[in-house]
Antibody, heavy 121, light 107 residues
Framework: QVQLQESGPGLVKPSQTLSLTCTVS??????????WSWIRQHPGQGLEWLGY????????HYNPSLKSRLTMSVDTSRNQFSLRLRSVTAADTAVYYC????????????WGQGTTVTVSS | EIVMTQSPATLTVSPGERATLSCRGS??????LAWYQQKPGRAPRLLIY???SRATGISVRFSGSGSGTEFTLTISSLQSEDFAVYFC?????????FGQGTKLEIK
């Protein structure tokens, strides 16, 4: 059974770069058939889809609202994909989820447990 | 960006009764609509996709309907574990967007 686990710092200073990694276990990250995604949830609020990528990195889509600050990458040798969000502000404080997205319908069938990131000096 | 609006924000229902949750899109999303359930401190869980297809392992008490801009999630015979927050999500246009959620509370 596939599992996703986020890792990265829980506290980031304003103007710095937020970096998170998602490790995929129990399944072949490179087998295809899925996209890999980052979604965040601001405290007490709804969900925001940040972007998604294919395991090869050949197809990556960023939310236009974040496109200038966001980079996603993949490391197939480690079954990992990553997020880098530059120039963070307090508005980037949220729970960040990594997720597996079905090809047949762009919905999340497997979620990581989520990691809380606070932007504060 | 397509805005998804859910109503009501909070729904209070007694166990054993039926709950009906609504989701409206600012433009048509065809049948590219999903529903998720989220409990406090947990990640969301996929319930429905394609507006009406249940995800693997989801109880038949959960059903979805609608197309275009109007969608409904119905939960029949509510059980204690069903009280949670429910989100809809459109995947017709990128960026994919979620509704703000409906909190289902016990009466």
């Amino acid at each position: 059974q596939v599992q996703l686990q986020e890792s990265g710092p829980g506290l980031v200073k304003p103007s710095q770069t937020l970096s998170l990694t998602c490790t995929v276990s129990g399944d072949s990250f490179s087998s295809g058939g899925y996209y890999w995604s980052w979604i965040r949830q601001h405290p007490g609020q709804g969900l925001e889809w940040l972007g998604y990528t294919y395991y090869s990195g050949s197809s990556t889509h960023y939310n236009p609202s974040l496109k200038s600050r966001l980079t996603m990458s993949v490391d197939t040798s480690r079954n990992q994909f990553s997020l880098r969000l530059r120039s963070v502000t307090a508005a980037d404080t949220a729970v960040y989820y990594c997720a597996r997205v079905m090809f047949i319908a762009a919905v999340v069938d497997v979620w990581g447990q989520g990691t809380t990131v606070t932007v504060s000096s | 960006e397509i805005v998804m609006t859910q109503s009501p924000a909070t729904l209070t229902v007694s166990p054993g009764e039926r709950a009906t949750l609504s989701c409206r899109g600012s433009q048509s999303v065809s049948s590219n609509l999903a529903w998720y359930q989220q409990k406090p401190g947990r990640a969301p869980r996929l319930l429905i996709y394609g507006a009406s297809s249940r995800a693997t392992g989801i109880s038949v008490r959960f059903s979805g309907s609608g197309s275009g801009t109007e969608f409904t999630l119905t939960i029949s015979s509510l059980q204690s574990e069903d009280f949670a927050v429910y989100f809809c999500q459109q995947y017709n246009n990128w960026p994919y967007t979620f509704g703000q959620g409906t909190k289902l509370e016990i009466k």
